[in-house]
């Protein structure tokens, strides 16, 4: 795992005190802020942008971005934290354990796919005490487990998570290449979609409004964001529709489908508010319609190829069947 320098601070591995550690080969390419987090166990991701925005972590003497990627033989300075104050005291609840153990869809010695509940963040921090990928380092101590991706709070479906570094790298690799892996989503969106394929080329930039919250919107400012949206079936003058993205912006889908004038079902963010309420009151929808559905890469340069499901959370099945 990661070695540290001779001491000429604190000792390492113990999270108060400050300690010098210098990235090994196999964490070449990790993000400063990913990397902290594997440092500083129980650590929220809030907690680590603060330490690295006040300067009080240096790479190689010097500031440093969260964002910056590391090189093997770097020098991390690592400040003293009281994890028992900043991180989780409490364990994640037997609930969630059990309810993330019968959600698991795949695993294999690489990887292992979760289908996410909605409500459940991908990760803690932001006041949430613990996200999917602390709960399953609870349910699996000892494993090496980082989160390949994140989905929205509200959105249920796959989650993927690695259990090697090299399917770390190879994963997220392939997320920077243009159809290195097929994304597939299902939505219920307001209103009566047009037959055919109907396809969302519109950047998307993130702001913060106040409080910290992300807000997204279509802006020329933004990133390069394509979805491409598919009526499966109409149901209840509303269209339940496949969609494939081909960026993975923040909220993309969510944003596109506002743009194209068929929010969302349920989405209390960039929605409408009165049809979300009629969706209540006659399909019983309490929740955000979007679920990841289906992933497919190729791992080993495209020799070992994954194909990964995750069936609609029953909520949504029984409010499509509502809607007759």
């Not at 969302?200 to 400012?221: I, Y």
Request: aromatic share 4%.
């Amino acid at each position: 795992m990661s070695h540290s320098v001779p001491p000429r601070s604190g000792p390492a591995g113990d999270p108060e005190r400050v300690r010098t550690v210098r990235v090994p080969e196999d964490r070449e390419g990790q993000r400063l802020d990913n990397f902290l987090l594997g440092q500083l166990k129980g650590a929220p991701r809030s907690l680590v942008y603060k330490l690295v925005r006040s300067g009080q972590v240096r790479v190689n003497g010097g500031r440093a971005k969260a964002e910056r990627k590391l090189e093997a033989g770097d020098e991390v300075r690592i400040p003293p934290v009281r994890l028992g104050e900043a991180g989780d005291k409490a364990p994640p609840p037997k609930g969630l354990l059990a309810a993330l153990e019968a959600a698991i869809v795949f695993e294999d010695a690489r990887l292992l796919a979760l289908n996410k509940p909605s409500g459940l963040a991908s990760h803690g921090g932001s006041g949430i005490s613990h996200g999917a990928i602390e709960a399953l380092r609870a349910l699996r101590p000892g494993q090496p487990l980082e989160l390949v991706h994140r989905l929205d709070r509200d959105t249920s479906g796959l989650l993927v998570v690695a259990k090697k570094r090299s399917a770390l790298t190879e994963l997220q690799a392939l997320m920077r290449e243009d159809g290195g892996i097929a994304k597939r989503y299902l939505a219920l969106l307001l209103g009566r979609m047009p037959d055919g394929t109907m396809s969302v080329d519109a950047p998307l930039h993130v702001g913060l409004r106040q409080g910290g919250e992300r807000h997204v919107q279509v802006s020329p400012a933004g990133k390069p964001s394509l979805s491409h949206f598919r009526v499966l079936e109409r149901r209840g003058g509303q269209s339940y529709c496949e969609v494939r993205i081909e960026t993975g912006r923040t909220h993309q889908i969510r944003v596109h489908a506002r743009h194209l004038g068929h929010p969302v079902a349920g989405d209390d963010k960039y929605g409408d508010p009165e049809a979300n309420r009629r969706l209540r009151e006659q399909a019983g929808l309490r929740r955000l319609f979007l679920h990841a559905s289906t992933l497919e890469f190729a791992l080993d340069g495209g020799k070992a190829p994954y194909l990964l499901n995750a069936p609609l959370a029953p909520e949504l099945i029984e409010a499509l069947d509502r809607l007759g």
